[in-house]
């Protein structure tokens, strides 16, 4: 069978990258594709069965990247030409896109020059101001296919002279219910709590400090019952944002939960409310897996937020929680109408049946497949 191995600085079970890289495993497999993981670690709760190879100097978090052109970096080539040997095509999970090891980005782009490689493309650097500077990612070869998951960075990439497709992320239409009653009780709420989730890693830009505003603001509202509505944010926090994020939670004006959920379905389960307001995002997976879950959600501005409203969805703002108290107020006919509404765009336009379909045409094209 023919063997795809899909490459990333990590893996993990929450962070974006690593849910939609399980979304293109199932979809090369489904394809006829042998599928298997190489990645600088894997991080606890990652539980794809398939094989993993682990090639120091390819993570995120290693300290010192060896310089390109060193005897370090000449072995990182060594290890990571060994683990692709046998691939018949390569899929590199932003590694080459966002330079957050730039001397692992350059090894692997050397290592697949002249072979089948789809260079997937998450969060290029002109869109994060600290890696504005770099010029050099992504790279590029007559052999590869470059793919985006959204329209924006297709358009900015042929600016940049970078041919690529767009292959929006797919979403399963019937995914697992979660327990919602469990939840809540492990979590210490009462059964008429209003729970506002916030299912991302804290990072300045997802937020932390609007989505508990709304939460405040929620709180003591007729939604709430008069009780303060609580904010959950189940993810670490990550580059540096600890002792920022520590300070917001003790100043928050709401109670607080900091704890990691079971599971995708039980954090939406016991959901009430997905506040998702990203001042920026590649995509943003939550609002999807919100409509699919029968959940209202509230996202910030971030551009490609209107690209995905543009499906159709109806969203609420999350600098105005007043249309949001208002539809959890109303009647239970018009709040069915609008899950109705998001859940059937969700699973009509960003299905996994339509981008495994899309992936297929694109590794048909370039005659790649098994």
């Known amino acids: ?43 606890p709760g990652w539980d794809d069965p398939r094989p993993v190879r682990i090639v120091n100097g390819l993570g995120i978090g290693d300290p010192e990247p060896p310089v390109l052109g060193s005897p370090d970096a000449g ?38 020059r002249g072979r089948p490689a789809i260079l997937h493309h998450h969060d290029p650097p002109w869109q994060r101001e600290r890696f504005a500077h770099m010029t050099d990612l992504p790279p590029d070869d007559a052999a590869w296919r470059h793919v985006t ?16 497709w767009t292959i929006r992320n797919g979403f399963d239409p019937d995914p697992p219910i979660g327990d919602r009653d469990g939840t809540r009780g492990r979590l210490g709420l009462h059964p ?24 405040e603001a929620l709180g003591g509202s007729r939604p709430s019952g008069g009780r303060p509505a609580t904010y959950w944010l189940p993810g670490p926090a990550e580059d540096g944002y600890g002792p920022e994020l520590a300070d917001l939670m003790a100043a928050a004006r709401c109670p607080v939960i900091r704890h990691p959920a079971a599971s995708r379905a039980d954090l939406y389960a016991a959901a009430d409310v997905v506040a998702f307001p990203s001042t920026w995002e590649g995509f943003g997976n939550p609002p999807v897996e919100a409509a699919l879950a029968r959940r209202p959600a509230t996202i910030g501005t971030y551009p490609v937020a209107d690209e995905l409203r543009a ?23 018009q709040q069915v109408e609008l899950l109705d509404h998001n859940q059937r765009v969700a699973a009509t336009e960003l299905s996994t049946d339509r981008m495994a379909a899309e992936l297929e045409t694109l590794i048909t094209e370039a005659g790649w497949m098994p």
Do not use: Y
């Open 311 to 333: 499906l159709g969805f109806r969203w609420f703002d999350a600098a105005e929680p007043g249309p949001l108290v208002a539809w959890l107020t109303a009647p239970a006919d």
């Open 1 to 43: 069978m023919a063997r795809c191995t899909i490459v990333s600085f990590r893996f993990g079970p929450t962070d974006g990258v690593s849910v939609v890289a399980r979304m293109w495993a199932d979809a090369l497999s489904g394809i006829g594709f042998d599928v298997d993981w190489l990645a600088g670690g894997i991080e």
């Open 75 to 112: 072995s990182l080539a060594d290890d990571v030409g060994d683990a692709l040997a046998g691939a018949d095509l390569v899929v590199v999970e932003n590694l080459c896109t966002i330079p957050l090891n730039p001397t692992a980005a350059r090894v692997v782009a050397g290592v697949l």
């Open 192 to 215: 008429d709590d209003l729970l506002v989730v916030h299912p991302v890693r804290a990072i300045p830009r997802k937020a932390v400090d609007r989505a508990i505003a709304l939460t």
């Open 149 to 164: 998951i959204n329209d924006l960075t297709r358009r900015q990439m042929a600016d940049r002279g970078l041919t690529a």
